[in-house]
């Protein structure tokens, strides 16, 4: 039987991490789809990135495949996509879950806090 930690450590493996102040010199870059995988009201109470997609984990499946009606544009295999949450474990497991479904290039940018702390574009 698998734990969460099983979960989070299978996820840290296969997504690849990134520091707060390298995902803003890409943010500030242009470069990339920076998407806050936590639920609204999370956000409601710390902001997210400014122009970050809002993908909760409970529908990344559906939001990034193309044959639902859920499914969110911005989300290309392609696309180099940035994912954050409140600490990182859900931005790992998302990540993990969008790696399965043929995506290239997910990184995990940890928590929304490390993001604001250093001086990353907000947005409420």
Not at 61 to 79: R, S
Not at 107 to 116: E, L, Q, R, V
Request: contains cysteine; negative net charge.
């Amino acid at each position: 039987m698998k734990t969460a930690k099983d979960f989070l450590d299978e996820a840290n493996a296969i997504v690849p991490k990134m520091n707060s102040e390298d995902a803003i010199a890409k943010y500030n870059a242009g470069g990339g789809v920076f998407v806050d995988v936590r639920d609204s009201g999370a956000i409601a109470e710390t902001g997210t990135i400014a122009g970050a997609h809002r993908v909760t984990r409970g529908m990344m499946e559906f939001m990034a495949d193309p044959d639902t009606p859920f499914h969110n544009e911005a989300l290309k295999k392609d696309a180099d996509i940035y994912l954050i949450c409140g600490a990182g474990g859900q931005a790992a497991l998302a990540g993990k879950t969008l790696k399965e479904m043929g995506f290239q290039n997910v990184t995990n940018i940890g928590g929304f806090s490390g993001w604001k702390e250093a001086g990353g574009p907000t947005e409420s």
